[in-house]
């Protein structure tokens, strides 16, 4: 059977091998009138929205600003998760609306605010969807992490996680919804797991000094963190528990931001260096792939447009920057080789593969993998 394994494994090189070279042009500057954060592409792809200090922009496809609340302030409000749009694009949630411990709910489809969420004792620092959009994730100084729960139109507290330890900057589902992951000025990245409505602490991952951002992969295989006031960023995998393995490094400035491309084979950062730096994913490790340069000071956002032809960067210069990508896919492509050798190798252990060989064998393995690679789309 090992020798089919091989063949396999041949055959499949070539298509692995056959993704398109990535490529990243300078396309269009958006000029802002300050600071400018939180930049994010909507679930399909019909919105892009940012900040500017603590004032909100939607704009359409065509990047024309449809919507804006401004309190007329300008106060500088680092966090770059501070909004977020529901996955099937009905609301748009973000924090400190008129106070600094609230929670607006737009509707997309009037741009009207229908509910302002209150509970939080201090600043409000990020808000998240779920994948699923039944739940709305809070977190801020307060160094609770609130979990609102949708019901017709309405979001209703369920719960609280409470005892971070620390303020909390950054928040993550995984793409399946099972995990949630919290970061923020302790030292710590906390995952908790959601199963039949609960959420419970899963497990504690120890190794920045301060947590800016953190953002799961498509596939949700692996976990990016970035640290501010630190020049890393860390890769954690996940198996039965998340386990570290890989630490970048290669920044003079604190890692703003950071963002998986949607094809999950590149990692876009921000940082204090005033340029974004691309990793690509080659087996199981990220190495360094590209620099892109154009803006004039820090950049504090970054995120992949859903179906993978631009990448949007906010920046303290006053532009957001949209940068023209090619050999980036709308979906997770077929696992690299490392990938591929490792999930071969986790099926063939299976004990149903005693006495199973030959071509038989072989177009088993085929369907088997095929299968969970349709999973992962």
Same mark, same amino acid.
């Given at each position: 059977m090992k020798i089919y394994c091989y063949l396999l494994l041949l055959l499949l090189t070539p298509l692995l091998a056959s993704a398109g070279e990535f490529?990243?042009?300078e396309w269009n500057t958006l000029k802002t009138n300050g600071i400018t954060l939180d930049v994010k592409f909507s679930p399909k792809g019909t919105y892009l929205a940012y900040r500017v200090y603590d004032a909100y922009y939607i704009c359409d496809k065509k990047f024309r600003v449809i919507w804006k609340y401004d309190k007329g302030k300008k106060n500088l409000v680092i966090t770059s998760r501070l909004s977020d749009f529901s996955p099937d694009e009905k609301y748009f949630a973000f924090g400190r609306?008129?106070?600094?411990?609230?929670?607006?709910?737009?509707?997309?489809?009037?741009?009207?605010?229908?509910q302002t969420l209150k509970g939080h004792s201090d600043l409000v620092n990020s808000v998240?969807?779920?994948?699923?959009g039944k739940y709305l994730a809070s977190?801020?100084?307060?160094?609770?992490?609130?979990?609102? =729960?949708?019901s017709g139109e309405r979001?209703?507290?369920?719960?609280?996680?409470?005892?971070? @330890? #620390?303020p909390v900057y950054s928040l993550s589902f995984s793409p399946d919804g099972n995990y949630l992951a919290s970061g923020g000025s302790g030292q710590d990245i906390r995952i908790f797991q959601l199963s039949e409505g609960r959420f419970s602490e899963f497990q504690t991952l120890k190794g920045h000094a301060y947590i800016e951002s953190i953002t799961f992969s498509p596939d949700g295989h692996y976990l990016a963190s970035g640290g501010f006031h630190e020049n890393i960023k860390k890769i954690w995998r996940l198996s039965d528990r998340f386990l570290e393995i890989q630490t970048l490094k290669g920044y003079s400035g604190s890692v703003e931001n950071i963002s998986f491309s949607p094809d999950g084979e590149y990692l876009a950062s921000g940082s204090g260096n005033k340029f974004i730096k691309v990793w690509r994913l080659?087996? =199981?490790?990220?190495?360094?792939?590209?620099?892109?340069?154009?803006?004039?000071?820090?950049? @504090? #956002?970054?995120?992949?447009?859903?179906?993978?032809k631009y990448l949007a960067s906010g920046s303290?210069?006053?532009?957001?920057?949209?940068?023209?990508?090619k050999?980036?896919?709308?979906?997770?492509?077929?696992?690299d080789i490392g990938t591929l050798k490792r999930q071969v190798i986790s099926v063939l252990r299976d004990p149903m593969w005693e006495g199973i060989g030959g071509i038989a064998g072989l177009l088993s393995l085929v369907v088997i993998l095929l299968t969970r690679w349709g999973k992962r789309r």
């Open positions: 490529s990243a042009e609306y008129r106070g600094l411990r609230d929670i607006a709910v737009l509707r997309l489809s009037d741009k009207r605010i229908i998240l969807f779920s994948p699923d977190a801020g100084n307060d160094r609770m992490i609130r979990i609102w =729960e949708l979001f209703f507290k369920s719960r609280v996680l409470k005892n971070q @330890g #620390s080659s087996g =199981e490790r990220f190495v360094e792939w590209k620099i892109l340069k154009g803006h004039s000071d820090t950049v @504090g #956002s970054v995120c992949f447009s859903p179906d993978g303290w210069d006053r532009t957001i920057k949209l940068w023209k990508l050999g980036v896919s709308s979906q997770p492509l077929i696992p």
